[in-house]
């Protein structure tokens, strides 16, 4: 399985953004998906994922909306009312729904939301 996330950039407070992940190498529908984000100096942390039902950090919902389209292969994350403290790499990662443990990880896209 291979993950490429994109669609990050610049923005200011307030704005939206929408973030895409494509997925390739095994069937989309059996893998449960996610999205993760560091911010400088800090750990990486759980943001949201998507499988039978969705599950949002606190610190996001209300704010940002994952799906997924099985058949174009390809998560997303609607990022609406962005603050300067969502400032970070943005990762995608997906683990078969047999399994427990993020084994797949994206290469990151940087989110940059300014004051």
């Known amino acids: 399985v291979q993950l490429q996330a994109f669609g990050g950039g610049l923005v200011q407070a307030g704005d939206s953004l929408r973030l895409s992940c494509a997925f390739s190498?095994?069937?989309?529908?059996?893998?449960?998906m996610g999205w993760f984000r560091q911010a400088p100096g800090k750990d990486r942390e759980f943001v949201a994922s998507i499988f039978w039902r969705t599950v949002y950090a606190d610190s996001v919902k209300g704010r940002f909306t994952i799906s997924r389209d099985n058949a174009k292969k390809t998560l997303y994350l609607q990022m609406n009312s962005l603050e300067p403290e969502d400032t970070g790499i943005y990762y995608c990662a997906a683990h078969h729904r047999a399994v427990d443990d993020w084994r797949v990880w994206g290469q990151g896209t940087q989110v940059t939301v300014s004051s």
């Open positions: 190498g095994q069937t989309f529908g059996n893998y449960v």
